[in-house]
C-alpha cells in the first residue's frame, strides 16, 4: 500500500513561489494534479524515475514550474514560481507503481492518492 503524505500549500500573492513536498516510496511515476472549484482535475507535472528522472509539464505551468525527487528522502517537491490567480486550486499528489508510457499528465494512470494541499494565488 502505497500512502502519500502532502505538505506545503498556502495563500500567497501573484508573483510569488510555494513549494510542495510530497512523500513516498516504492514508486516509480509520481505525479501532480490540480483541480479548480467547477473544474475538471488536470495533470500539472510528471516525473518518471524509470526513465532517468525524465519530466512532463503542462503548458500552462512550463517554465514557471518544477518538479523534483529527492531519492535519499523518498521526496518529491513541487516548486511554483511567477504564481497566478489561475494557480488556485486543490493540489493532489499521485504516484504509480511503474513508469515508463503510462507516466503521463492523465489521472486516470495513477492508482495513488494524497489528500490534496490548497493553494491560492491572490492578485
Known amino acids: 500500500q502505497v500512502q502519500l503524505v502532502e505538505s506545503g500549500g498556502g495563500s500567497v500573492q501573484a508573483g510569488g513561489s510555494l513549494r510542495l513536498s510530497c512523500a513516498a516510496s516504492?514508486?516509480?511515476?509520481m505525479g501532480w494534479f490540480r483541480q479548480a472549484p467547477g473544474k475538471e482535475r488536470e495533470g500539472v507535472a510528471t516525473?518518471?524515475?524509470?526513465?532517468?528522472?525524465?519530466?512532463s509539464y503542462a503548458d500552462s505551468v512550463k517554465g514557471r514550474f518544477t518538479i523534483s525527487k529527492d531519492n535519499a528522502k523518498n521526496t518529491v517537491y513541487l516548486q511554483m514560481n511567477s504564481l497566478k490567480p489561475e494557480d488556485t486550486a486543490m493540489y493532489y499528489c499521485a504516484a504509480r507503481l511503474y513508469g515508463g508510457r503510462w507516466c503521463t499528465l492523465f489521472a486516470s494512470h495513477f492508482s495513488y492518492w494524497g489528500q490534496g494541499t490548497q493553494v491560492t494565488v491572490s492578485s
Open positions: 516504492g514508486t516509480y511515476c
Open positions: 516525473i518518471d524515475i524509470d526513465s532517468g528522472g525524465s519530466t
